[in-house]
């Protein structure tokens, strides 16, 4: 088992950066693919970055790409994802997940809902225009 629990969100006009941070506590000798979603009012929650068991592997999604970078230590502990150029639409309610790899080298990322057994319970970025 593994506990996350997110930070860094918060209010921001148009074009500024965020950094969010997610802390994970218990069993975190185990190396997890990881991954940040969000969820804006009234849609699904959708996966932004996700990065392997390794850290060798990143995905983000196109409207993110080269604005979003995600990050993590060698070990478990804290997972980043880089926020720049915020706009209006990224306004979400964003969480952390993971899945714990059985191959500390694993190159494979997730990127739905289902493959994630851990959650965080999320922290609000709200960016005006």
């Known amino acids: 088992q593994v506990q996350l629990v997110e930070s860094g969100g918060g209010m921001v006009q148009a074009g500024n950066s965020l950094r969010l941070s997610c802390a994970a506590s218990?069993?975190?000798?185990?190396?997890?693919?990881k991954a940040w979603f969000r969820q804006a009012p009234g849609k699904e929650r959708e996966a932004v970055a996700a990065?392997?068991?390794?850290?060798?592997?990143?995905w983000y999604a196109d409207s993110v790409k080269d604005r979003f970078s995600i990050s993590t230590e060698n070990a478990m502990p804290t997972l980043y994802l880089q926020m720049n150029a915020l706009r209006p639409e990224d306004t979400a309610v964003y969480f952390c997940?993971?899945?714990?790899?059985?191959?500390?080298?694993?190159?494979?990322?997730?990127?739905?809902?289902?493959?994630?057994?851990?959650w965080g319970q999320g922290t609000q970025v709200t960016v005006s225009s």
């Open positions: 218990g069993r975190t000798s185990t190396r997890y693919a």
């Open positions: 990065i392997s068991g390794s850290g060798s592997s990143t």
């Open positions: 997940a993971a899945a714990a790899v059985v191959n500390s080298n694993s190159h494979i990322y997730y990127t739905q809902t289902f493959n994630y057994p851990y």
